[in-house]
T-cell receptor, first 113, second 110 residues
Framework: GENVEQHPSTLSVQEGDSAVIKCTYSDSASNYFPWYKQELGKRPQLIIDIRSNVGEKKDQRIAVTLNKTAKHFSLHITETQPEDSAVYFCAASRSTGFQKLVFGTGTRLLVSP | SQTIHQWPATLVQPVGSPLSLECTVEGTSNPNLYWYRQAAGRGLQLLFYSVGIGQISSEVPQNLSASRPQDRQFILSSKKLLLSDSGFYLC?????????FGSGTRLTVV
């Protein structure tokens, strides 16, 4: 089955800096890669996703890149703000047939003012 | 639009007591439904998933069970809780792309 590894486990940055979180996956048939943000005590919420037919996707200050050959994808947050502080999870799945998201272990991002 | 309801929000239960957590979805039919558990400071562990009424798949052998008595209802149960069952339980429904999570139940077994 699919296995998703995520690094780093914690990341501390100064406000205004960029943050990068990296994930690798094992199943070459996976073609859908979402990122979730979980604030303390809250549910995970989808912030951006990418499908295997594109290499990069941007939404304001966040972007995701995908390298299918190397089987890794990354989340990039620019101009970080204190409200970006949260735990971020990557995930991977096949979009055809029954979908079962496999999550990474999470990255705790702390943005200091 | 689709919405997912999960209750209760918090629960404190003694060891050995039973458990029932409920999740319902509105605005969609025949959804794929999932139960995840998140231990304190940890990742998301898939417990059960269901593709239809009465169809339950278990990912991890444990002290829990799941049932789907109606198309848009998913229940997580235990006959006797263990201390290790403490955690944040999340129900989710999935479409072709991505999940929508319920608001979660924080279970503390004492």
């Amino acid at each position: 089955g699919e296995n998703v590894e995520q690094h780093p486990s914690t990341l501390s940055v100064q406000e205004g800096d960029s943050a990068v979180i990296k994930c690798t996956y094992s199943d070459s048939a996976s073609n859908y890669f979402p990122w979730y943000k979980q604030e303390l005590g809250k549910r995970p919420q989808l912030i951006i996703d990418i499908r295997s037919n594109v290499g990069e996707k941007k939404d304001q200050r966040i972007a995701v890149t995908l390298n299918k050959t190397a089987k890794h994808f990354s989340l990039h947050i620019t101009e970080t703000q204190p409200e970006d502080s949260a735990v971020y999870f990557c995930a991977a799945s096949r979009s055809t047939g029954f979908q079962k998201l496999v999550f990474g272990t999470g990255t705790r991002l702390l943005v200091s003012p | 639009s689709q919405t997912i309801h999960q209750w209760p929000a918090t629960l404190v239960q003694p060891v050995g007591s039973p458990l029932s957590l409920e999740c319902t979805v509105e605005g969609t039919s025949n959804p794929n439904l999932y139960w995840y558990r998140q231990a304190a400071g940890r990742g998301l562990q898939l417990l059960f998933y269901s593709v239809g009424i009465g169809q339950i798949s278990s990912e991890v052998p444990q002290n829990l069970s799941a049932s789907r008595p109606q198309d848009r209802q998913f229940i997580l149960s235990s006959k006797k809780l263990l201390l290790s069952d403490s955690g944040f339980y999340l129900c989710a429904w999935g479409a072709h792309y991505g999940y929508t999570f319920g608001s979660g139940t924080r279970l503390t077994v004492v």
